[in-house]
Every structure is written in C-alpha cells, then in structure tokens.
C-alpha cells in the first residue's frame, strides 16, 4: 500500500481525543488543512470514490470531534459518503487508502468498523430518527448529558423521513439533539424543491436576520452564564417562541430552535457555536453553509456534479483520468435508457420520466434537458416518486420511473398499494441491478428480483443487452401494459451496435441463446454474457450446455421450462440477485409444481450481506462469473479434475 505524507498537525492525531489533548480553538484551521489535503492526496490516486462532500464539511468535521466528546457523544452521518474526514480523525487515517476496495474500510460509517461510526449509513436521510432514536435511549438510561448530533446535507433533507424525524423530534422537549444542516445547494445533481428555495430565502432575508442576530447576542451571553446556562437558555427560548422567530422559520415552527445560517468552513467560530449549543436543551438545528468541493481549486471551480465523485485525477492539474480505450466501447445501460426514452417519448406523448434525485446518475438528464416538461427531479423522494408516478399513471400517462434497485427498497409499499393494486401502468425502471461494486453493502441491487416477483400484477424483466433493455422499454410503453419492472446492472453493456429498430417482445418469452446436451443454464440479465462465455468455454472440455435467456421471472416461460425440464437432468440458475425469492426460487416452484424431478443449482447471491470490492471480485466471490458457472457446471457433471483446471487456468 502507497505511504502517504499527512500535515504537521494532522501527524499528531490519531483520534479526537488526540486533537482535544494536544490543540488549541486557534489550531483548527490548520487541522482542517491537513485533513483537506490527505483526502485530496489520498482520493486522486485510488479513485473510486467520492470525493466533493467530504472536502465541504471538512471545518464541520474538525470542530464538532474538537467540541464534542466523540464516541460518547454521538454523531450520527446523513448518508455517510461525506464521512472521509470523520473516517481520518477516528483511528482510520493508516488504511483510507483502502477505502471502498475489496477487504479496506466502507465508504460510509459502519457500526462494526468503528465505535465512532455510530450508525451504519448509505442510504439517505436516517439521520435524523437514528439520532433521535439515540437520544432518546440516553435519557432513559438517565445519561442527560450526553450529546446526539445528526448531519444531513440539504439533498437528504428533502426526503419525507427526514421530516418524520424532526416531526417527532419536534415534541421531545427533553431530547438531546442537535441537527446539523449542511447546506450546500447541492444533491448529486443541484438540488431541487421548494425547501431549496426556502433555505436560499431564510440565508438571505433581511428579516429573518436580525432576528437571527438577536440569538447571537443572546447566545453571546449564555456561554458566559455557566452552569446556569440551560435555565437562561429556556428562559431565552420561551421568550422567542410565538415570537418572529417562530412564525417566520419552519424549523422553528416544528419546534426545533434553529441558529444559523453560519459559515461552515470557518472551523474556529463552528466550534465556539457548537460549544454554546451544547448548553442548550432540547431539539436544535443548526443551518451551515459550506459549498461541495470545499478547498481544492478545480472542484470549487469546476462542476459539482462531475466531482461528487470523480475517479483518479491529477490533483496539479485537476485533469481527471479517462482511460481513452483503443476501440469503441459499449454504452453504459444507464446512457442507453437515457437515450432511448427520448426516442420513445418522441413517439409516445403519454410518456413521462421520473428520478428521485439521480438525473446524471441513471441518465435521465438527457431527457430533462430535451423535454424539460415531461422529466422531472423530485429530490431524494423515492416513495413520492413511485406514487407521483401512479398518480399521472391514473391520468392516461405512462411514466418511466427510474430508480436504483437499493433505493427502491424505500417505496416498497408505494409500488404495492399505489401502484400494482390498481393496476397501474408505471414503467420501473430499476437500475444498478445486481452487485455494484465499491459503494459496497448498502447499494447492491441484491433483491428487487425477489421482491418485485412477489407483487400481483407486476412484470418482472431484465434484459440480457442493450438491445433487450430497448425492445423491454419498447414494449413495457404499450398501452394496457400495468406495472412492468426492467432491472439492469451498473456499468456497460456488451455491443456498439446497439441503437436498434425497437420491437415488442412477447411478455413472459424467453429465448433459447443456444441448444446443449449435457446441462441446460438459464439466466436472467446481464449475466447471461457470462454464460454465454462459458457455453462456449466448456465445449472445448466436451461439455455441452444449453444456454437460455429467461428474459422475464414473471411471468416466467413455462414453455422453456417445460422444454427443459423434460430434456436435462441437470438445470443450472444463474441470477446477479439474490438466492431466496429470485428467478431460481421461481424455477425451483415451477418444477415442484410440475412434479419435474431434475436437479437443480442455484448461482447468485447468498443470504448473507456482501460487501465493497470491484464489480468482477464480487461476481467471483458469489461464484457466478464466468469462472463460477464453468466450475459449477462441471461440478454438477462430475468433469474429470484435469479438464476443468485446463480451464479454470486459462479463463477469464
Ligand atoms: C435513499 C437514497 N437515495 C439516493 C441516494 C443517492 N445519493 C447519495 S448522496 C446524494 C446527494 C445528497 O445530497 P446532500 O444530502 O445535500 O449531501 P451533499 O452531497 O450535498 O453533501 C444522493 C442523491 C442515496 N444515497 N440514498
Ligand atoms: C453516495 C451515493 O449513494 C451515491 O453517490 C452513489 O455512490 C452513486 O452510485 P453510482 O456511482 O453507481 O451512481
Ligand atoms: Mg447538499
């Protein structure tokens, strides 16, 4: 592992005990420097990672492990990819430049990594409840004095949870929380919504500052007022409330006292506040203006979104590295559903595109810019993005709602009683299907096979190709169609040539890629690219398989099972989703059912939580890269050692 150089300061600290110890209020900004510029020096070179969110809340990170007795004190991570400097200042600073990589440290906090990460984060706007949930198990067990601190980026306060958070925290007068607003104008994308607007108006209005000055002054005060702090606090509190204050901030209204907006990257003056707040009973919120990109010259300047996460780049040159390959490659799926959408909605006028916050992400952009009318943002809001969807679905439109598989999980209940309940007909496009990489645990797209297929109504699909994902999308804009779920994976699709005249298929059709003797494969998305290698593979050991590509788990082709159970007494499964509930449990029910007897093994994802690595570790690791299958297959064959080494050496 590369060695990297850390700062003076940063040298000398291991945890933030070290930085309480050894440093005083006037050191903090040189801190924040050294932390600033390790992640910098450390993210250009591995890559992979994210990298302009935690540069923005570097002096927050500093000044809240100075001013707060971390772990005992709790702080609670919004989402947890602007972590790093956390990561760095609690015992981690030796192994971030493993981070994200198979057998490193997580990308986001994680209980079992570290008694600092207090709360197992990925997905957004959690925050707010698990903090709460925090201070309200302190006061129980009679710890008054300890401190929560949850912070949430303005992006993840978009989300309905967050709110059911502050509505609760909200009458919990007694709860020890503090809520960290960390706005920067910025989601992935910028950010969206109304309450955008609302915080832009309460940064700069004029009313709502000199209200906001008053606090200050009085504040000033209470940190000098000692042990009788809390008590003047309340008093000071009171006498605010039903006042402006409270009629004019919506915080305020939810009975939150609300400071700020203040600088966030002035690490001394973040201290002194957080200091004063500490004094100060009950829900809080403090708004802190920082900007994404934070201290390093080309992400400040350049465009946000493209340096959320940005891969390796030269940190003299700001020059981010693409790797310029010597042929054409193919398409990302995410570009060729973004593409293809447009072309449909060219066609179709009833067609409307939907995202919860990932327009760059999972390509819709391309459609927002080309019909702005017709593509929506709707901020991280996936259970408002499913039921918006089912909502123009009941007027006549046929919205494409695309949502990464992991994030799906949060609108569970929407696709079932907003959507397939009624029969509606909302497109799903769930994207980041199956194992994604680096991002690790929290955004595999393991289950929306299984939980999809659950679902009365709903077809279950997932295209092999680009082709496919485009004659899917194709058909799924049908009229009559009801709820049609495409799952396609991270990354690229398999061929250049992939802007096909687009045609129905045949809803529950799949296709046999080729014919066998000896075994039969039946697999369903992109994996089927791997088995295609290794049918081709095994031929040169003598093994004939059959290969078919499902193309639907629901309904599935009974023909092809029929077809295949009545040939082949060995049948192999291969799914980049999980083992329960997926298409293999659906072929092991139809056999069951059919009183077929063959035997049948499974190949995807076990029960059990798979963590961060590149896309093609993880594919081995669960066995069903093409290594996986060619081995399973001859296993299940009983294929003479030698043979199979042959080619368990020279594969790929
Ligand atoms: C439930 C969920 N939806 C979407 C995402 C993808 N996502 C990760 S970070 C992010 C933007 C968060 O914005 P904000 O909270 O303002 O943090 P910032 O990046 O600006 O610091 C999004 C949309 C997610 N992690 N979880
Ligand atoms: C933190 C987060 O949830 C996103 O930034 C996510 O990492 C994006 O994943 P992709 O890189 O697959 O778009
Ligand atoms: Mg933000």
Redesign the pocket.
Known sequence: MTEYKTGTYLSQITIPQDMRDKFALEDLPHISEDVRQYIIDVISEIGNSHF??SL??VELTVALHYVFNTPYDQLVW??G??AYGHKILTGRKEVFPTNRTKGGISGFPKRSESEYDTFGV????TSISGALGMAVASNYKGEKERQHIAV??????T?GLAFEGLNHAGMLNDANLLVVL?D?C???DP?VGALREYLTDITTSHTYNKVKDEVWQLLGKISKFGPNAQAVASKISSALKGSLLKQSNLFESLNFRYFGPVDGHDSIALAKILNDLKDIPGPKILHCITM?GKGYKFSEEGDPTKW?APGIFNKETGEIVKVVPSSPQPPKYQDVFGHTIVELAEQNEKIMGIT???PT?CSLNIMMEAMPDRAFDVG?A?QHAVTFSAGLATQGMIPFCNI?SS?MQ?AYDQVLHDVALQNLNVVFCLDRGGLVGADGAT?HGAYDLAYMRSIPNMIVSAPMDEIELRNLMFTAQQENMGPFSIRYPRGKGVTTNWKNRMKAIPVGRGRKICSGEDIALLSIGHVGNFCKTAVEQLKTINVSAAHYDMRFVKPIDETILHEVFSRFDHVITIEDGCLMGGMGSAVLEFMADNNYTSRVVRLGIPDRYIHQGTQEELWAECGFDTQGIILKVCSVLGVEPHLKNRLAGGMK
Do not use: W
Request: glycine share 16%; hydrophobic share 35%; charged share 15%.
């Open positions: 302009g969110a923005g809340v919004d989402v990819h602007q990925g997905h957004s706007s949430i980026g303005d992006g993840a306060m989300a960390n920067n910025m989601s992935i950010n994404k959320h919860p916050a990932m992400g991280i996936e990464y994030f949060r955004h």
